[in-house]
């Protein structure tokens, strides 16, 4: 069965600098959702998008701003990176639409700031 | 107090054993997760419970909404078993609140 797919899978960047990842959820799921790890950290919850628009805002620096397209793809933009922006960042969709709320996770991609 | 708490924080056991991980949480929740998390990084969700109990193989979650308590078996656990076991509860219909995790070993 089709999984949730990200991309890249391993990201290095400097501190300034801007980075673009995306999440291409599972096949006919509506939702996405992305969390953010820290080394040694649980996960925290970034913001999320149902049917392209955004449906929830957690602790999302202004830094960062994210989009769900036509598609469903998403993409998390962060600009002017800094060192403690190094984590794993997970990307989850569901099929809210469908009544089907459990989260289904990507592999991550992981990001470090040097 | 965080909204999620799991313990014990670490455990290892021998092969065999029983396993069991608890998830307390202070707030309404619509549903919870039990996520697994492995060395490499990657999450996958074992269950997701509302109510009640539910088995996939050697694996039992249940809940207790009254109380706000959840708990993860594993029984005739394994070496591959090792790994970091989440609890996360879903606010609504979105965002997940994740516990601290629990790292389990499982010695041969």
């Known amino acids: 069965a089709a999984g949730v797919i990200q991309s890249p899978r391993h990201l290095i960047k400097e501190k300034r600098e801007t980075a673009t990842l995306k999440c291409y959820p599972i096949p006919r799921h509506d939702t996405v959702y992305w969390y953010q790890q820290g080394p040694g950290q649980d996960p925290q919850f970034l913001i999320s998008f149902y049917e392209k628009m955004q449906s929830d805002k957690g602790s999302i620096p202004d830094r960062f701003s994210a989009q769900q397209f036509s598609d469903y793809h998403s993409e998390l933009n962060m600009s002017s990176l800094e060192l403690g922006d190094s984590a794993l960042y997970f990307c989850a969709s569901s099929s809210i639409l469908r009544g089907s709320y459990e989260q289904y996770f990507g592999p991550g991609t992981r990001l470090t700031v040097t | 107090k965080n909204e999620v708490e799991q313990s014990p924080q670490n455990l290892t056991a021998q092969e065999g054993e029983f396993i069991t991980i608890n998830c307390s949480y202070s707030?309404?929740?619509?549903?919870l997760h039990w996520l697994q998390q492995h060395p490499g990084g990657g999450i996958v969700s074992l269950f997701m419970l509302s109510s009640g109990k539910k088995k996939h193989g050697r694996l039992i979650a249940t809940i207790n909404i009254q109380e706000k308590h959840s708990s993860l078996h594993i029984t005739a656990s394994h070496p591959r078993d090792s790994a970091v076991y989440i609890c996360?509860?879903?606010?609504?219909?979105?965002?997940?609140?994740f516990g601290q995790g629990t790292r389990l070993t499982i010695n041969p």
């Open positions: 707030v309404g929740i619509s549903a």
């Open positions: 996360a509860v879903m606010e609504g219909a979105q965002k997940l609140v």
